[in-house]
């Protein structure tokens, strides 16, 4: 079968530095995707990595290694608003999307 | 761009009745997806269209359930007859075949449908 697995629930101190772990098992792969949703929001797309290494992009990077199957985000410096669900998604061998269950961020102040 | 509008925002109807979403893609993206989010499932594609086509409906899950896209700019997702099973959010997405980064989708705002 397919599976995505990261963590339910992560908790972290405003300002600090948090990563968001993804380990997937598929059948074909092609690369491997964030998301986050604010509650009673829409998903919206964070980055992308198809290739091993980091990906930066402000203050949010994303990481990818293909050999261990397993992928990271990670958020610096967090603010109240990065409080949201990250959901980590699989390109599949038909070019369609796994997604993971998500993450709920919480924030403390 | 005004992104994917979905319609309505929220939908309570009883069980039986007929359910129609509405959707409008980001001009210009030729690729329309059909999801549906609900805690015990997570986010489920039902079906998604590729210039007005319909090319994966196996997440459908029953025949109660379908979806059209008569043009580019329009699509609907109906349900008929509804159940209470079917409450979620049904969100609407597209995408644009000439973006490199395939997995960038464009979600709408959603509709929460709830069936008493």
């Known amino acids: 079968g397919q599976s995505l697995e990261q963590p339910s629930e992560v908790t972290a101190v405003e300002g600090a530095i948090v990563q968001i772990n993804c380990t997937y098992q598929t059948s074909g792969f092609y690369g491997l995707s964030w998301y986050q949703q604010h509650d009673g929001g829409a998903p919206t797309f964070l980055s992308y990595?198809?290739l091993d290494g980091l990906e930066e992009t402000g203050r949010f990077s994303s990481f990818l290694s293909r050999s261990d199957s397993y992928g990271y985000l990670l958020l610096q410096e967090l603010q109240m608003k990065d409080s949201a669900s990250y959901f980590c998604a699989v390109t599949g061998s038909n070019y369609q999307l796994i997604w993971g269950a998500g993450t709920k961020l919480i924030i403390k102040p | 761009d005004a992104g994917v509008i979905q319609s309505p925002r929220h939908e309570v109807t009883e069980m039986g009745q007929e359910v129609t979403l509405r959707c409008k893609p980001i001009s210009g993206h030729d690729y329309l997806f059909w999801y549906r989010q609900t805690m015990m499932r997570g986010l489920e594609l039902l079906i998604y269209f590729n210039n007005n086509v319909p090319i994966d409906d196996s997440g459908m899950p029953e025949d109660r359930f379908s979806a059209k896209m008569p043009n580019a700019s329009f699509s609907t997702l109906k349900i008929q007859p509804s159940e209470p099973r079917d409450s979620a959010v049904y969100f609407c997405a597209s995408r644009e075949s000439r973006d490199p980064v395939y997995e960038k989708l464009f979600f709408g705002s959603g509709t929460q449908l709830s069936v008493l």
């Open positions: 990595n198809a």
